[in-house]
């Protein structure tokens, strides 16, 4: 088995990290002012759950840099280039259709990824995805049940579904996508192969798109630039600007 | 309280009026089934509907913060917090549904006004103290209020408030929790959460509502044990338990007549403005216009939502039965 640099490793947990960070954040933005009062109690459940499985991916990227950061300074004190998260993560809110289209093409992805790390050769990490993977299925049978339902609603509700699979389909491809970093991983036995997954993601997108009655758009493109941290959208500036505000403007206070 | 000044309405003198007083002073529980008063049924109507929305409205004012939260750690609690105050709302409007009105014909009358919710909603959150404050302080006048409440006559809301109670109490913990790590900390921390008491005080003393120790209306609804006791033993009660507190994180309540009084086993201290507290009440609080809008705009914006999940259930109820 091939080793990995505790670089590549600190990096990969970054990945995993800051995508249930800001997305995590991002659906938390919709506290108090969902269409249903169940969907706010649902919405606050996946923040909830994404914010914990942060704890643990960036506690452990802490503890394996051994610099002494903590999750919260991983988190609150790096700045937009610094981040690892896929663009599609980052993608604003818009309307709540747009909010769970999002959910849903993330969360077949982070299921199918979370289920092969639970076979990680990396202990903690197996341990982290077998936590994360049972509330993950319970989002995804959400996200997707609720793309069903508005896919196959009114007219408009459909239209609007169609849009936000439109707007955001682009974002999709780039969660498949390796690099030098992915394959040492799967090298390691680490994390899975990344082409791998697409067939099963495909296998389980397909079908719930095809019974929301939707179209996947045509073509490959695919944005990319997030999980390298390269080139991260305009949004995640903004975003970075509330959630580090008070660690930012108070240095050094503990709260 | 989070019901202000609900008016009671009178009770009539039928022999069913009587027997229904009857049980209530036999410490019965009335359940929806029941024979009840028209007026029993109107009063709690309003109480218990101003209390859902109190709940929901309440959301906004913290989740203002939720996004700024300063760990992850605060962030998840005060989102697990604002999702409790949706369950809290989420139980009432229940209970209220068995008196006979929907959710969505009383968030119709919070919507347009005719319906109020709690006059402490309306202050603003400006700094991150204001979370210690509001858990310590809001929350914490309204267990003053549950608690009781957890005894009143009508089962369904008494129900619902054994399940707040609970909850309540450890949201007004991690308020004061807040607090005491700023109290504690940094001299700027330390003058965020003095700033946070001085704005928060008196627009709590407020939730108890103006004296009612005369009032009709509350006699009414106490003997029917829809309000267990008057607005100003509450309002004492909270002081005496709320000062030592502050005390404690080293902070000074802004009132400089608070005085202990050995005679009365309580504080003597200041009235709120009541003037201020009836110009809320109408609308002119410094939040009102936008805590009526964001909601507004919450349910107009998911109008299409609600809309297109209904649509989609009928279609798959009707796929079934054309299956059968
Ligand atoms: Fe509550
Ligand atoms: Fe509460």
New interface residues.
């Given amino acids: 088995m091939a080793d990995v640099t505790q670089e590549q490793l600190f990096e990969f947990l970054c990945r995993m990290g800051d995508n249930t960070l800001v997305l995590g954040h991002r659906v938390s933005e919709w506290c108090g002012h969902a269409p249903v009062l169940e969907e706010d109690i649902a919405l606050a459940n996946t923040a909830l759950d994404l914010i914990g499985q942060t704890q643990m991916w960036l506690g452990l990227a802490g503890e394996v840099e051994g610099k002494g950061r903590t999750a919260d300074d991983i988190a609150m004190l790096r700045d937009v280039w610094d981040f690892r998260n896929v663009l599609l993560a980052e993608q604003p809110n818009g309307d709540f259709g747009q909010t769970m289209m999002r959910q849903f093409l993330f969360d077949a992805w982070h299921l199918a990824m979370l289920t092969a790390l639970t076979k990680s050769t990396h202990e903690q990490i197996a341990a982290i995805a077998a936590k994360a993977v049972k509330e993950v299925q319970y989002h995804v049978e959400r996200s997707g049940e609720t793309v069903i339902g508005l896919g196959d609603g009114t007219s408009e509700s459909h239209k609007r579904m169609q849009d936000a699979l439109d707007l955001l389909w682009p974002y999709v491809g780039e969660m498949f996508v390796s690099d030098a970093i992915d394959d040492a991983m799967a090298a390691a036995g680490i994390a899975p192969d990344l082409a791998d997954l697409r067939a099963q993601y495909d296998a389980h997108v397909t079908p719930v798109l095809a019974e929301a009655t939707l179209m996947i758009p045509e073509g490959g493109f695919a944005h990319k630039g997030g999980k390298t941290g390269f080139q991260h959208t305009e949004h995640l500036g903004h975003l970075l600007t509330q959630m580090q505000w008070l660690q930012r403007a108070y240095p050094g206070a503990t709260w | 309280m989070y019901a202000q000044m609900v008016k009671s309405e009178a009770a009539d003198e039928s022999a069913e009026a009587q027997a229904f007083q009857a049980r209530i002073d036999a410490g019965e529980k009335i359940e929806p089934k029941d024979w009840m008063p028209a007026g029993y049924r109107k009063t709690l109507i309003r109480q218990i509907g101003q209390h859902a929305h109190s709940e929901?409205v309440g959301?906004?004012p913290e989740?203002n913060w939720?996004?700024?939260?300063?760990?992850?750690?605060?962030?998840?609690i005060l989102?697990?917090k604002?999702?409790d105050e949706?369950?809290h709302?989420?139980y009432l409007?229940c209970a209220a549904e068995t008196l006979g009105v929907s959710?969505d014909e009383l968030t119709e009358m919070l919507l347009d006004g005719r319906m109020k919710y709690s006059s402490i909603f309306n202050y603003p959150t400006l700094t991150?103290a204001d979370m210690g404050a509001v858990g310590w302080l809001v929350d914490g006048a309204a267990i003053m209020n549950q608690v009781p409440l957890q005894r009143t006559s009508f089962g369904p809301y008494s129900r619902a408030m054994i399940r707040v109670c609970k909850e309540e109490s450890f949201h007004q913990r991690q308020g004061y929790d807040?607090m005491m790590?700023m109290a504690q900390?940094?001299p700027?921390?330390k003058a965020m959460a003095q700033n946070a008491l001085d704005r928060f005080w008196y627009p709590s003393l407020m939730m108890f509502g103006p004296s009612d120790a005369d009032s009709v209306h509350s006699a009414q609804s106490m003997a029917w044990k829809i309000k267990m006791n008057t607005n100003d033993e509450l309002r004492q009660k909270f002081v005496d338990q709320t000062v030592p507190q502050a005390e404690y994180l080293g902070l000074t309540v802004p009132d400089k007549t608070l005085k202990w009084n050995d005679e009365k086993g309580g504080y003597d201290f200041a009235e709120p403005d009541w003037a201020e507290f009836f110009e809320v009440i109408k609308g002119n609080g410094p939040c009102n216009t936008e805590r009526l809008a964001?909601r507004n705009?919450?349910?107009d914006?998911?109008?299409?939502?609600?809309?297109?999940?209904?649509?989609?259930?009928e279609?798959r109820n009707a796929r079934k039965v054309a299956a059968e």
Avoid at chain 2, 68 to 76: D, I, N, Q, S
Avoid at chain 2, 301 to 313: F, I, Q, T, Y
């Fill in positions: 929901i959301q906004l989740g939720i996004t700024r939260a300063p760990t992850l750690e605060r962030k998840a989102l697990a604002v999702q949706a369950g709302g989420l409007y959710r991150w807040i790590k900390g940094t700027e921390q964001a705009k919450a349910w914006d998911g109008k299409w939502v609600r809309d297109g999940l209904l649509a989609h259930a279609k």
